[in-house]
Every structure is written in C-alpha cells, then in structure tokens.
C-alpha cells in the first residue's frame, strides 16, 4: 500500500515538465478536500489548472463531496466559510446562495468554466446541480486568480466553480459506468446513470504523447412529492404551549430530467471539451405558510439547454490560448391557477451566445500577462402585457498581469465591461412618447482587482509547492448589472437602474501542513513524519465589503403593482471566515478527517438614514436572514470499507429585516446529518483494497443518511418550513 | 493541534492509546449533540409592547384599532389600539387576546370595521374576515371568502367584496368579482351578487350598493364602472362609468359619492370625482390625486401617493376637499412642515369629537411603520412606532 502511494508522483514527473507543474500544484489545491487521499485518481486526470492561484480556493470534492448528505450543490456549499444559502425548503425548493452578504446576484456560478447566466432575474438556483457527475466545488471570494482565464471570470464578487466528473480509466479499462439510486423521505425516487468511454489513446502507461479522447453521458431523473411534515408552535411567556400545529408540506412536488453528454480530450499541449446539458423540469411552488393557508398551487416548468465548448493549448513557451463558446436556451413557464389570487400563466424564453478568447503571454519566467476577450449577447422575451423584449450586448476585455517575486505573489486585473441594450417599447399602449424609446442606458464600467500573497519559510524549495504558510489579501470591485426583470418587468421594472457595486478589501492566511503524503512532501512536514497525525490546514480571512447603488424594491404610489426598482441600498458587511481541517489515521486504519468552519458577520444596512429609531430603526442594523454567527463541523471517518459521517450546521440568531425588533427575529437553526455506508467488491482485486482502485474492480456501495437527526423544525426564509427528520439511501454501482 | 505538544509521534498500534482518542472524538460528539439540541429557545406569544403617548382623554370615544397590512407572504397583519382613556398606545395586540389561534392574525390586512359589538378585521391573503369583540378584540369567529377586500355593514348583514369569482373559460382568464352577503349572526354567506373585475370598496345609500371596480389584475384593460346593486333584490342594477381602475367610494351627507381612480401608472393620472346618487351621473373631477381618504363632516381629508414614472419620484399630497362647495381647501393640511418625514403616507383618520387628523407612514412597507398625530390645525402632536404598512383606522366607541 504504502509503495502504491509513492509510485505515482513518479508516473507524473514522467508526463514531462509542463504535466509535473499542474499536478504537483493540483495535489495542493486539492488538499483541503480530497484528505483520504486519491492521489492514483488524480495521476490520471488531465487538469485544467496550469498555473498557481494567488489565493487557493475552498473546495469540496472526490469523495468528500459524496459523502456530505448532500442532494444538491446547495447542500454541499453549506460547508463552506463566508457563505449562507437561502433555502426555500424541499427537494424542488429554490436555493440560492449568498457569498459575504454581498447579494445573491453577486455570486457568478460556473459550469465547467463557463458562467450560468440568467439575465431575467441573476439568480442561480443551486438546489438543481446535483452532485452526480460533479467532482468538484470550489469558492472563490472576490475571484479566481488565475491568470489565463475568460473576461467573464474577473467579473464577480464571489465565484463558484462547478467542475463534471473528468473521465479516467483505470487500467486500460475501455469504459466507466456508474449506476446510482436514491430513494427515502418526500417519495424520493432518483436514479441516474453515467457512462464514460474512452474513444482514443487515455493510456497512463505509455505517457500522453497521443489525442486522448473520451465521452462522456450522464443522465438523472428525479421524481418527489415533495411532501412532509412540518410544525409550528408558540408558547406562552410561562412556557405552556399556546399552540401548536403540525401539518402536511404540500405543492412541493418535483419531476426532473437532466440529460448531459460530452466528449473531452487532451494531447500533451491542449485540452478541450464539448458538454451539452439539457434540464427539464416541473415543480409546485410550495409558498409561504400563512394563517388559513396551508397549501399553495403554484407550478413552474423549466427547460434550460446549452452547449458550450472550449479549448486550451499552449502554442509555445511563452504563449497560451484558451477559447469558450456557449449557446444557452431557456424556457421557463410559472402559472399560478389559484383563484384566490391573480391568475398567471406566464413563459419566459431567454438565449445567450457567449463567446471568449483569452491569451497569456509569458514575458519572463515569473512574469505573465494575459488579455482576455468575451463577447455576449442576451435576449428575453415573454408574454407579459407590455413587454418590450429586451436585448443584451455585453463586452468584456479584461487585462490582466501575475508576477512573482520569490515569495510573493501579486495577480493584478482590470476588467473593462461595455453594455449595450435594446428594449422595443413601439407600438405599446400606456406609454408616453418619450418613453418610447427608453431602455437602459450604455454602460463602460471598470473592475479593478489585485491580489496578493506571501509565503514565508518557502526559501530554497521554492521548487516544492508545499509551502506551509500563506499571507494573503485582494481589494476588488466590482459590479452587476440590473437583470432585465429589474429594468424591464412590467409595471415594476426601471429603465434608469444603475448597476450595484461591490467593493472587498481583504486580508488572511492560510496554514497547511500535510504529513506523510509522498517522502517528498515529507521534506516540508515541519512535525516530521507523524502516523497519526496527517495533515492540518487552518485559515482565516477577515473583510470588508460594501454594496453601493443595492438595488432594492420599494413601494410607490398606490396601484396593486407597488413596487418598483430603485438604487437606493447601501451594506457594509465586516466579516470573519475561519476553517480548520485536519486528517488523522487512528489505529485499526480508521481514516478520520475533521472539519469545521465558522464565519462572522456584522452587515449593515446604511440605506436610509432618516430610520434611526433607537429601536426598530433600520440604519446600521443587520440586514435580512444574514446571521452574525454560523458555522459548519464535518467528520468524516472509514474504516475497511465502511465509511461513517457526521455534520453539522449552525445558523445564528437573525433578523428577516433590517428592523431589528422582536417581531423579525428568526431563532438559530442547527441540524446534524449522520451517514453510513458500506462498499462490496464484486470481485477482489490481489490487493484486496478497493478504495484504491475504485474503477477497476466492479464495486457496490450502499449507504443510508439520516438528516437532521433531531428533527428540528425550522425556517431559513419566513414562512417556509424546513423538513424535519429525513432519510435517503443510496445504492450505487460502479462498473 | 493537540500533537503540537507532544515530542514524539504517538505509535500506530497501542490499545490503550487507541481507545482514549476514540473515547475522546465520542465524547465530544455526544456533548456537543446534547448541547446544542437541548437548549433552542421556544416562541413566545407576542406580549402587547405598549407606550405612554400622551395624557389621558374621556370622550365618547375609547380609542382607535389601527390594522397594519404586513407585507405579502409574512402573514405579519398586526392590530395595534391606541386608548384614550390612558394615552397608551398598545402595539400587537392579537397574539396575546387570543393566544391559542395558530398563526395569529394572517397575511395582508386590508379593511377594518366595526359593527355592533363586533371588530372586522378583512385579511385578505388569508382569505377571511376575523370576527371579534370590539372591547377586547377576541376572536369571535371567521367567515372565509377568498381575496375579500373590504367590508360595510347594513341591516343585521355585511357585505364584502372579493376579487376571487369564477374565471372566463377564454385566455384572457378574466374572473369576475363579487360581493357576498354575510348573515352577522351566523358569520355566514347567504348569498352573492357578481359584479365587475376586481371591485374593490363599496358603500351602502339609500337602499343601494355601490361597488368600485377597479379591473386591476386586467392591466391595461381597467374597469371604468360603479357596480350598484339593489339591496332589496341583491342584484346588480346598474353600471355607472366613472374613469378607469376605480378604489374607494364614500358617500358624503348631500348624497354624492366620492370616488377614487388610482389611474394606470402611466398616462392616466389618479383622481378624485364625485357621483350624484339621485342621477348616478359623474358630477364632476377634482385634479388631485387620491390614494386614501376620509371624511368629517363636510370636511374630506385625502393624501395622494403618486408615482411620477418620469422623475422617478412618488408625488405625495393631504388634501382637504369641501364635499358640499367640491373644491380643494388644501393640498397640505400639514401646517407645521413635519410632512417631510412623512415618506409614504398611507393610512388617515380624523377623529370625529376632537379633529386630530391620524396619518400613517408604510415607511418602505418591509419594516415598521409609524403613525403621526396631529391637531385640527395640522401641527403634529406625537408619533409612535406602529406594524408593518398601518393602514386601517376604526375608531371604538363606549
């Protein structure tokens, strides 16, 4: 065992130099997650990372990111620092996810390099990623930086990297297949399927001289009722109960198909990737729960396909190029049947081409500066009255320079974003003449970044990636735009948004050791060499950030549409995000990795500065559903083949306003999720380990979670009642 | 951590130093899962906040219910009371006189009365009318009719009108509202009479109903019309065609109606006209825009709340309009200037005894509002912190 280990760093140094660069800097980005280590898997993998960020990312991923309990990217991002997810409850629930209370809006989410844009409303819904066929999460606050990357990638406060399962095959072994079905609370059923096939050359063993090619097809169906049981209650001040109520979550039902297909490749200077995804979708609305309504009947239908392709190569020593396109189709269509409110039954369609080319150029080996190119475009169209088709021309150039200083780092990007817009307002009734050809102004906004980091003790074996400690920092703004929902929705919509600013300012650093993983890590472990002690990572980043021009919806006039957009929010938010993870092999080859995280957060309201009342005024006060203490704790353990989980979330005390007083408060939330599972080999390997050869050798695993073992009854957003306790069990087959 | 202190590595295989970590990690679980299970707070009953205001007054009036709308889907309609009697104002006050109702009061509060010994409270989002004693405010009973909107009262009934009638089979999915006859003994709805798109206030006179409807789920198609139904028949009679997107009609003491259009946000601007009851003819248009109103005596207090979509700005305007002259008095009652705090004027009473004028502010309808008070003269004599969006005044007499 101990051999196997070793023999694959040397595999990889035979890849040549340009291969041993990526991969030794992929082991330690990769540290934070993937602690039972998978150092044979991530041999075969052909990464995209060829050079060294300024400031790594959190990320989750391999089989930590299975076995989290998660059903969803947006579970899984629970466990990350400096995030707080919005969760409307349920398999079907919209789930969102906020980076440093910055705005939902403010978070770029991509897939496989490429941003999932929605320009109707800029939110993301996370709850529909399944962790199927993804291997790897990553946060990155302020951004990626990584110097050759598209424009788009230097444009948002926060980024989350969603990255699909790259395919590798073990031993020559011409396909993977993989045969998944879960089924437990709310009527889950949930099989997929994932097939990977290598189509040319993807040979370890005789170096990667040749094109590589392989497929790849994933495909998953989800079917829930979306049905359980929830319970409200009050007490008196005596603690009596005054009432209490259980009932029946309903509407929350859920039928999803995602079909996903591509084909991959790699020579020794180029990578590319063709992907098409395709989710369709219908699902009730569950609604908030109110007195004398206990059920809503909302329905939404969903069809987002795109296609995205990209390449990189690196043309010569000193030249990269890396090349995205992107066609994005969606259909969405919300009814609202229920009588007892406004019938609705409106479709919305949207595109987007996308189009990037990025260049890096090496001017000295420790100096590079890359020039980046997107172009997009956006159309909306609905069948809302008076709906004036909006369309989107985006450009985005973004310069950008990474220097090296022996042990400092400095990444520095300009961003220069022009928009153009169009919005047909002819021929509409209820519009004055110099309305008619108001649409949102021409934008040129500039985002500026620089990042920073220092990494003392790194002397000599500057070679060596493993450098213990890190000092890091960045100051970044940026901005988003309005959605078209914001500029253009009917009757609420306003043309004359500015976009909303962001501005970071951060500072941290990041400490990770990590003993007994090759003997040349070794060299580095300060403790030397430790059985039982494997590895400890601990960082903590403290900020301050400011949202200027918030666009916030606020009431005007006194027609049954009240609200219209204005640019009138201001937030300052200092914050603290800390994380510490350590791995230990405890006797009997228990492998044991802890993690935890706890993230503060003061974000304040400054909007409106006439709301001071000493009380329930809003100046200065928190600002809705973000908590000023939260924190997550993961424990991950195996033994043999059974692996045993335990996690555990904490939401503080928070207001859903920025009125602070006692009818807002929203009580701390916590649940802690258990899991077991168990992995059978359907045929031994000689060495009889199977989680070091988990393609070769047909495998089955079966695993039962438990979630929220307590049963808490809690809301994230008022009025949405959480599940209770729930369970799932998973059977999965690896072929 | 911990191996920091230690100087030598602990070797893999010993038993006891094995099952010391392990004791420990399982240790630690369990206390924390103890922890952090056993100690979460339960929700209180909200307990009444009051505050002294002002100094104690004894008329014929024990004070006023004042129902905050609470924003859509926060089920936060609040009633808070203000006694004279103690110059306490008394903030939430449902949850505690009637602490065993789950949910408390509802979503979205939209018409308040009183009628006998009853308080209405009109909950639209929740789809009822809570029925209370007027002295204590507990709960009587509810009758559920779905999108009610606002309520009046005439011989032994009340009639409340609701968007939510049945729906045209073609695509426009147009639905038809109706006002419903409630039976007050029973708190049950003995008979419906459809009338136009979305109606929203209606006031009794003379044997009649007048029903304002307002189209407003129609955009851009608004209704135009004053439904008005003959009591005696409880059957639409007639339309009246006054402008578009109609909200509120009061009828003053000459026999007119006063009426209200919100306009349509664009072009057409809000206005207030008045309707003679003996023609059912428009008498005439007065060009102030009108959200909400109120009338004493002869005496009709407005405030407007307009969104100019050029300036991008809501307009605001209080009004006193002479019902019997019909002309405009004032377009700011306010005489003291502390209308400039005033962001989002939205509720108004007068007292009939004394003429304090109650205006309230919905402030940016998320957060708490406030009521102000001010004098016959329109100098403010107090405020007080008040729910989400106070709307609905009724004022309680002995």
């Given at each position: 065992m101990k051999n196997k280990q070793n023999i694959f760093p040397f595999k990889q140094f035979a890849l040549g130099f340009f291969l041993t660069k990526i991969l030794c800097f992929q082991a330690f980005a990769g540290y934070s997650s993937d602690t039972i280590r998978t150092h044979e898997i991530e041999g075969v993998t052909i990464v995209a990372q060829q050079h060294r960020e300024v400031i790594p990312a959190q990320r989750l991923s391999g089989e930590k990111l299975e076995r989290l309990n998660s059903h969803s990217v947006a579970d899984a991002i629970r466990f990350l620092s400096g995030v707080q997810i919005k969760d409307f409850g349920g398999i079907g629930g919209l789930k969102t996810v906020n980076v440093r209370s910055m705005g939902s809006q403010h978070v770029g989410v991509f897939y496989n390099g490429i941003r999932i844009g929605n320009a109707q409303n800029g939110v993301v819904d996370l709850g529909r990623f399944s962790l199927d066929n993804i291997e790897e999460i990553s946060l990155y606050n302020g951004q990626r930086s990584r110097i050759l990357q598209p424009a788009k990638d230097f444009g948002t406060a926060g980024t989350i990297y969603l990255r699909t399962r790259r395919p590798r095959f073990e031993n020559n072994k011409p396909y993977n297949i993989r045969m998944l079905f879960r089924t437990g609370s709310f009527d889950l059923i949930n099989p997929s399927f994932l097939w990977e096939h290598r189509i040319r050359g993807w040979d370890t063993e005789q170096g990667n001289n040749t094109h590589n090619i392989a497929s790849s097809v994933s495909a998953e169906y989800v079917q829930s009722s979306g049905r359980y049981r929830f319970r409200y209650r009050r007490v008196l001040p005596d603690g009596t109960v005054a009432w209490d109520t259980t009932a029946i979550r309903q509407n929350g039902d859920i039928q999803a198909l995602r079909l996903e297909g591509g084909l991959t490749g790699f020579t020794e200077r180029t990578q590319w990737q063709v992907h098409n995804y395709l989710y369709s979708s219908e699902r009730g609305i569950p609604g908030a729960i109110v007195n004398n309504v206990w059920k809503n009947s909302q329905r939404q239908w969903d069809r987002n396909f795109f296609t995205q392709a990209s390449l990189t190569t690196v043309v010569n020593d000193r030249y990269e190029l890396l090349i995205n396109a992107k066609y994005a189709h969606d259909f969405l269509r919300y009814q609202n049947p229920d009588t007892t409110l406004m019938l609705i039954d409106n479709r919305f369609t949207q595109q987007e081409i996308y189009l990037s080319f990025a260049n890096r150029f090496s001017i000295l080996p420790n100096w590079d500066i890359s020039l980046a190119t997107d172009f997009q475009w956006n159309v909306l169209d609905a069948n809302l009255q008076n709906f004036v088709r909006p369309t989107r021309y985006t450009t985005l150039v973004a310069l950008a320079t990474a220097v090296e200083f022996g042990n400092v780092r400095i990444q520095a990007s300009l961003l220069g974003t022009f928009i153009n817009e169009q919005a047909d307002w002819r021929g509409l009734p209820n519009i004055l003449p110099e309305q008619q050809t108001r649409s949102a102004e021409n934008r040129q906004e500039l985002s500026p970044a620089i990042f920073v980091s220092y990494q003392p003790f790194a002397g000599a074996r500057h070679v060596s990636p493993i450098r213990p400690l890190q000092f890091r920092a960045f100051y970044k703004r940026s901005f988003r735009m309005p959605t078209f929902n914001d500029l253009y929705y009917t009757q609420i919509g306003n043309v004359s948004l500015r976009p909303e600013f962001t501005t970071q300012f951060n500072l941290g650093f990041q400490y990770a050791i990590d003993m007994g993983r090759t003997t040349m890590d070794a060299e580095y472990a300060p403790f030397g060499h430790s059985r039982i002690f494997q590895g400890l990572q601990i960082s903590a980043d403290v900020y301050y950030n400011e949202v200027t021009d918030k666009i916030v919806a606020i009431p005007r006039g006194s027609g049954q549409f009240r609200w219209m957009m204005m640019n009138i929010g201001r937030v300052e938010i200092r914050g603290l995000d800390t994380r510490v993870e350590t791995n230990w092999l405890?006797?009997?080859?228990?492998?044991?990795?802890?993690?935890?995280?706890?993230?503060?957060?003061?974000?304040?309201?400054?909007?409106?500065?006439?709301?001071?009342?000493?009380?329930?005024?809003?100046?200065?006060?928190?600002?809705?559903?973000?908590?000023?203490?939260?924190?997550?704790?993961?424990?991950?353990?195996?033994?043999?083949?059974?692996?045993?989980?335990?996690?555990?979330?904490?939401?503080?005390?928070?207001?859903?306003?920025?009125?602070?007083?006692?009818?807002?408060?929203?009580?701390?939330?916590?649940?802690?999720?258990?899991?077991?599972?168990?992995?059978?080999?359907?045929?031994?390997?000689?060495?009889?380990?199977?989680?070091?050869?988990?393609?070769?050798?047909?495998?089955?695993?079966?695993?039962?979670?438990?979630?929220?073992?307590?049963?808490?009854?809690?809301?994230?957003?008022?009025?949405y009642p959480m599940p209770g306790t729930n369970f799932r069990i998973i059977l999965r087959l690896d072929i | 951590m911990r191996i920091k202190d230690q100087p030598t590595p602990v070797p893999t295989g010993h038993p006891r130093q094995r099952g010391i970590i392990l004791k420990i990690c399982l240790m630690l679980m369990v206390v924390s899962c103890l922890f952090l299970t056993s100690c979460r707070e339960e929700r209180e009953v909200f307990e009444p906040e009051t505050e002294r205001i002002t100094y104690p007054v004894f008329n014929a009036i024990r004070g006023f219910y004042l129902l905050n709308e609470g924003n859509m889907g926060s089920n936060k309609a609040t009633l808070d009371f203000f006694c004279y009697e103690t110059g306490i104002f008394h903030r939430n006050i449902f949850a505690s006189a009637n602490p065993d109702i789950p949910m408390e009061l509802g979503d979205v509060g939209n018409d308040l009365q009183i009628y006998g010994s009853r308080l209405y409270a009109v909950i639209n989002a929740s789809n009822k009318i809570e029925v209370m004693d007027a002295q204590t405010a507990r709960r009587i009973g509810q009758i559920n009719i779905p999108n009610v909107r606002y309520i009046r009262f005439h011989g032994g009934y009340a009639f409340a009108t609701s968007y939510a009638g049945p729906v045209s089979p073609d695509p426009t999915l147009a639905q038809i509202g109706f006002v419903a006859k409630i039976d007050t003994a029973t708190l049950e709805v003995v008979a419906r009479v459809y009338v136009g798109f979305q109606p929203d206030e209606l006031e009794i006179l003379n044997g009649k109903i007048y029903v304002a409807n307002s189209g407003g789920y129609m955009f851009p198609n608004y209704e135009n019309t004053l439904s008005v139904i003959c009591l005696e028949r409880f059957a639409e009679i007639e339309r009246i065609e006054v402008a578009i997107n109609l909200h509120r009609v009061r009828a003053d003491r000459h026999g007119n109606l006063w009426v209200t259009s919100r306009g349509d946000n664009f072009n057409v601007p809000s206005r207030l006209f008045w309707v003679c009851t003996q023609t059912h003819e428009v008498g005439g248009e007065l060009d102030i825009a009108v959200s909400n109103l109120w009338l004493a005596g002869d005496s009709l207090f407005v405030i407007g709340t307009e969104f100019n979509r050029l300036t991008m700005e809501t307009e605001i305007s209080f009004g006193i309009i002479d019902v019997n002259k019909k002309e405009i008095v004032s377009r700011n009652f306010i005489t003291d200037g502390t209308e400039q705090q005033i962001r989002m004027p939205y509720g108004i009473a007068v007292n009939p005894i004394t003429g304090n004028i109650y205006v309230t502010d919905a402030r940016n309808h998320v957060t708490p509002g406030t009521l102000f008070s001010f004098d016959r003269y329109g100098r403010l004599r107090w405020q007080v912190r008040t729910g989400d969006i106070p709307a609905h005044f009724v004022f309680l007499t002995r």
């Open positions: 405890l006797p009997h080859d228990i492998r044991l990795q802890a993690a935890a995280n706890y993230t503060f957060q003061r974000a304040q309201d400054f909007s409106d500065p006439t709301d001071t009342d000493p009380r329930a005024g809003t100046w200065g006060r928190q600002i809705a559903y973000i908590p000023w203490h939260s924190g997550s704790l993961s424990l991950l353990a195996s033994f043999r083949s059974w692996t045993f989980n335990y996690s555990f979330v904490y939401v503080g005390e928070r207001y859903h306003n920025s009125s602070n007083i006692r009818e807002n408060h929203e009580r701390p939330w916590y649940t802690s999720d258990i899991s077991i599972g168990k992995t059978f080999q359907l045929r031994r390997t000689r060495s009889g380990r199977m989680q070091y050869a988990p393609m070769s050798v047909p495998t089955f695993r079966v695993s039962a979670e438990i979630n929220n073992v307590f049963n808490q009854q809690y809301d994230i957003v008022l009025n | -």
